[in-house]
Every structure is written in C-alpha cells, then in structure tokens.
C-alpha cells in the first residue's frame, strides 16, 4: 500500500480511530467513573471539554502530521509501525489480567499488533473496518461529556449560596488533618499521648475534645463537605462549590476576610477565596501528566508498573511525589504567615495532606526515601503480612510526630500574635485509616470500621482555657452548626448535623457513607468497644508514653531497643541495604522458627521487628548509627 496524498487523509482517520480504541476510550472508561479526578484540582466545565478533545484528537493529528513530514518511500513503513503500536497497546490492556510474566504480555501484545498491521495492508476489508467506525472517536467524547461524572462538571449549574447575616463573635481557624485516626494519638489510658505527641495533648488540655468523634462518610471527597456543609453526603455530588453552594466559606464570606487552602475540595468559590493553584495551561498540562500515570496503571500489568508513581496517595501530582502544589511542608509555611491580627473578622481554613501518604517525614520534619516493604493493591487491601503492613503504621505514627510539631508552629503563632485565646479553634481530620493484613487499607468495610470511622476533634473556644472531655458520640456533620452556635451566627440553610454544645439528641449508631451511597451502620457503643480492641492491640505493638525513636522497636520484644545485646541466631539472608537517606531498611528473610530479629550497632540495639512467614522489615535511623556495621540477630 502506497502511501501519497490523497491517501494521507484516510490514514489519519485509521490513526484516529486505532488510538480512540487503544487509549482515548480507557481513560474515558475510567476518569467518567471518577469525577472527582477533576473535581479535586478544580476544574471548570471548560477544562473538562478541552481535555477530552485533546486527548481524542490531539496525539492522532500529531502523529498525522509525523507521517506527512516523512518522506514518501518511508510513510508506509512508518504508518504499519503506528498500526502496529496502537494495537498492541490495545491487546495488552484486554489481556493485562491474564497472571502471566509482564514481559511475556508485552511481547504477545506486540506480536498481536505486528499480526495486525500485516492483515491492515493486505486486506482491504481490514481498512475499510476502521474507515467504517470514523464516527466512534466523536461518540466517545461526546458520551465521557454528556453521560459520566464528567457531566457534573459540563451541564451543571451553580446554586445560590446562603451567607449569615451576623458578623461572626470571634477570628476562626480550623485546620483539617488527613488520614488521622484517633487512636494513632493515643496513649493506653485513652488519652492523647503528651510524650509522643505534645502538641496535641496541649491542645487536649486546653480544649474541648470530642473523644468519640465519627466521620460520616469514608473518604476525602464526600466527607470534607459533610464538614464543611452540615449535611450527610450524597453520592451523586463532587466535592466543588457547584454541588456545595451552602458551606462554611459562603456562611461566613460577606462578613470575614477569607484565608482559604483546601486540597481536593473547591468549595470556596473563586470571588471569596484567590488561591491559585497556576496558570490555566499549567493545570491542564497537570492534569495531562497524571492521566498518563492512570492510563498506566490501566495498560500494564502488575509487575511492570514498580516504577510508576502509584494513584492511592491523592487525585493530581503523582509525576511530582508529593513535592508539588499539595506538598504539605510547603502548603503549611504558605499558610503561617497569613495568620495576622486583622481588623475585620477573619476566617483561616487549612486542609493538608498530613499524616497522609505517601510517609517521607520524621517528627523532625527531615524527609526520607526507602525501599517500601510490600504494601497494598490497587483495590486498597493491604498484602497479607502483618509485619510489612506494620512498616507502614510505624512511618505513619512517625509522619504523625511531624504533623504534631506542625501543630505546635501554628499555636505557637496564634499565641505570638496575641489570636489564640480570642480565636475559636478547631482541629479535626477527614477520615482514618486502618493497618490489618488482608483487609483494606482506607475504604471502610466491616472489618476495619472501627479504625476508619474515629478522627480527632478538638474545638477550643474563645477565652477556653480549661480543657474537658465529651464522650458522647458526635459526627463530623455535626462540626459546621458548632462552629456557627460557637461563633454567634445562625445558620441560613436546614443542616442535619447539631450543635455539640447543646445537643438535641444522643446519637445512638455511627453510620459511615461509602462513595457509592451504601452504608455502614453499627451501634455507638458496640463499635466503641472495639475501638478500645483496637487501641489495646496497637500499644502492644508500638508502645505508649514514650519518645518518638521508641517507634523503632516493634512486638513483644521491644523492651530491648537501647541496651546491650548479646545471644541470639545470626541472620545472614539480608536484603541490599541503603544507608544514602535519612532512614535504613533492613529487611531480609529467616529460617527456623523466630519471633523478631533485633537490628545491633557497636553492640547496642538500634532497631526491633516482629517476623512473620519468614519476613522482616526494620527501619533504623541513619542519625544513630553513623557508619556502624549493622548485624541482625533473630529471638526465637
């Protein structure tokens, strides 16, 4: 088949459609199941429009415009390597489930796709197929538009907010942790822990604490707004101003300087709050970059996609690890300086990944990288070793110790700049997360509830200087109409949460909403009790009321962290040890029967970890060690 001209056009539209089949419709697929991948970056209506027509047919004619530059005897061959391509990339996605080798698929996908582009020049009927289905690049972005969560975006209107027509008593600052369970906080008295996290157990002290407090909904992007709004979450909305007109920066905006950084959620709309997260072309080419990672993870199988940034840590900047707009260290220092006495009423909101994943923070605020133990699926269910996924709550317990220092900073301003016995101050988190082999990792199920449900909410009033304890169980729904009572404003729109400084009713179940709608309802007390389990079961593993480095020991052998060792069975199937960061992995396998391995520097204990099936997975600060040599020991 030659080529030339008049021809040139007709493989375009075969380019057009092979790469509408092989990528355009997957991420249509998966991004139209997942508003939110745009609601959380704040993307208009317009965006999404022009997103889905760049990607339909913006590569196509790019690759069209390749073959026309090319001179005339080379076109055919490189028109049957695009043909080829296209296909393989096509069959690698169909057959990516198979559980063969990653490579294996690979070179079975390509040979599929050689296979095709020889049937394509030599069957007229091959390329009469494709001319056929010219119109199914158009159906598809016409139905990613018109009929996914995408529509939420491009048909729907914006209702009319409601704003207090009070003037608010009191400054607010409310800061809304990520990823906190409460019981990560405490101590085995079900207190917060004041040697492992001071800051907190201050703000406890001087503070209403709301111990048995419950999120009413699993995740960021239902259960922001919940708290932000009042209301329980509704499973067709996103969590943008669009379907979240009455919120707290409407309530409080004709009549309060507005101070906002939310991170996954806009619902401040843009003429109250002018934080910009860039340039327009800089989101969309943002939002490019991270739909190459999903597409990714939609196209490769399992075992080929180690070096691809993973998509469970948030919704945008997975190229950037962490290190871009949402950076928590970096969104943090933007925020602090904002706090300043004023001479209007001012509202402080801060949302920021912390204690989130991905865990790079000591207590100190000191990042580090390490080679992860194995963690947990694409379907968000922890691997079925307890002592890898203890790797994981012991870095988070760490990056824990960074948020509270954190905390200590913005007290420490609200102090130094004379707001914080004025200021109504609240702090709270978005959801929990649970550490179970087996079990999923964040989405709530039967099985992790009770670490999923409980957060953290401290609400220190104006001129409170004497902490309590209420134990009676609350809702996140239930923080706006406090806040609102607290600040002396009554709330213009019907909420379904109350105000937890004079209740109506005593809230008898927690009930915790699903993305989809269905729900998870257990009464108060009985998920209570298990709380308490769960607490017991983490102090015998981690320890209570004692310093941030003993986090290094892990299991019933930590008492040995620090002092002499001598005995035990050499271990010698390490696995290659970096000592280039701020934190060494030692991890390797042990044969016979053993209980935990003890990591030994210059003689001295310098790290403690359980085995299980065989495995360990140890972390050692890099600090207190220097250029040791490290030796393993297991404890039968």
């Known amino acids: 088949m030659r080529l030339g001209a008049p021809r040139l056009r007709i493989a375009g539209l075969h380019l057009l459609v092979l790469w509408s089949f092989a990528v ?14 745009f609601a959380a970056r704040g993307s208009s209506g317009t965006d999404v429009i022009l997103f889905a027509l760049l990607l339909a047919f913006g590569p196509p004619a790019l690759l069209l415009g390749l073959e026309a530059l090319t001179p005339r005897r080379a076109r055919a061959g490189l028109h049957a390597l695009l043909v080829a391509a296209l296909v393989g990339l096509l069959t690698l996605e169909a057959i990516r489930s198979w559980g063969a080798s990653g490579w294996l698929l690979v070179a079975i996908a390509g040979a599929i796709g050689v296979g095709a582009a020889v049937l394509y020049f030599r069957l007229e009927a091959a390329r009469l197929l494709l001319t056929v289905l010219a119109p199914v690049p158009l159906l598809f972005v016409v139905l990613f538009l018109f009929h996914s969560d995408a529509s939420q975006l491009t048909l729907t209107g914006t209702g009319t907010a409601s704003a207090a027509n009070e003037r608010p008593d009191a400054p607010l600052v409310m800061v809304v942790f990520d990823e906190l369970p409460v019981n990560s906080l405490l101590d085995r008295h079900g207190l917060v822990d004041s040697v492992r996290y001071p800051h907190f157990a201050a703000l406890q002290r001087s503070s209403t604490w709301f111990a048995n407090e419950s999120v009413v909904s699993e995740g960021t992007l239902h259960g922001v707004p919940s708290l932000l709004t009042g209301r329980f979450p509704r499973p067709s909305e996103l969590p943008v101003y669009h379907d979240h007109p009455h919120n707290l920066f409407t309530l409080f905006g004709r009549q309060a300087e507005m101070h906002v950084f939310e991170t996954e959620t806009h619902l401040c709309p843009p003429k109250l709050c002018h934080e910009s997260s860039g340039s327009f072309g800089g989101q969309l080419g943002s939002l490019f970059a991270d739909t190459s990672v999903v597409y990714l993870h939609q196209l490769l199988p399992t075992d080929l996609t180690t070096g691809i940034p993973s998509v469970s840590n948030g919704w945008q900047d997975f190229w950037r690890n962490g290190g871009g707009a949402n950076d928590p260290a970096r969104r943090f220092a933007r925020f602090l300086p904002t706090i300043r006495p004023t001479r209007r009423p001012t509202l402080w909101y801060l949302h920021f990944l912390l204690p989130h994943s991905p865990w790079r923070f000591l207590p100190s605020g000191e990042r580090y990288s390490i080679r992860p133990a194995p ?30 220092r954190l905390l200590g900073h913005l007290i420490a301003r609200l102090r130094s ?13 978005d959801e929990g997360l649970s550490f179970r082999a087996g079990e999923k990792r964040r989405p709530a199920s039967a099985a992790n509830l009770q670490d999923i449900s409980y957060v953290p909410l401290f609400m220190k009033l104006p001129g409170e200087r004497r902490g309590r304890i209420v134990r009676r169980a609350t809702r996140s729904a239930d923080v706006l109409p406090t806040i609102a009572a607290a600040l002396g404003v009554t709330m213009p729109w ?14 008898l179940q927690v009930s915790v909403a699903k993305d989809h709608g269905r729900r998870l309802v257990v009464p108060a007390p009985e998920l209570a009790k298990r709380r308490e389990a769960a607490l017991r079961r983490q102090v015998s593993i981690f320890g209570s009321d004692e310093r941030p480095s003993a986090l290094f020991a892990i299991g019933p052998d930590r008492r040995l962290l620090g002092h002499p060792f001598k005995g035990g069975r050499p271990v010698g199937d390490l696995d290659p040890i970096d000592r280039s960061g701020a934190l060494i992995q030692v991890s390797g396998r042990v044969t016979g029967p053993a209980r935990s391995v003890v990591v030994v520097a210059d ?11 065989g495995r360990f997975w140890a972390l050692v600060p890099r600090d207190t060690v220097g250029a040791a040599p490290l030796r393993v020991f297991s404890i039968p």
């Open 24 to 37: 355009a419709e997957p991420v249509f697929d998966l991004l139209g199941q997942n508003g939110e991948f």
């Open 375 to 404: 963690g947990w699926s694409a379907a968000e269910v922890w691997n079925d070793n307890q002592a890898a996924v203890d790797q994981y709550w012991q870095r988070h317990l760490l990056q824990l110790g960074y948020a509270d």
């Open 417 to 429: 700049t004379g707001l914080y016995d004025r200021s109504l101050l609240v702090v709270t988190a």
């Open 494 to 507: 019907p909420v379904e949460g109350q105000n937890l400084l004079h209740p109506t009713h005593v809230e």
């Open 603 to 613: 003689g001295r204990t310098v790290a403690v970890d359980p085995v299980v099936q």
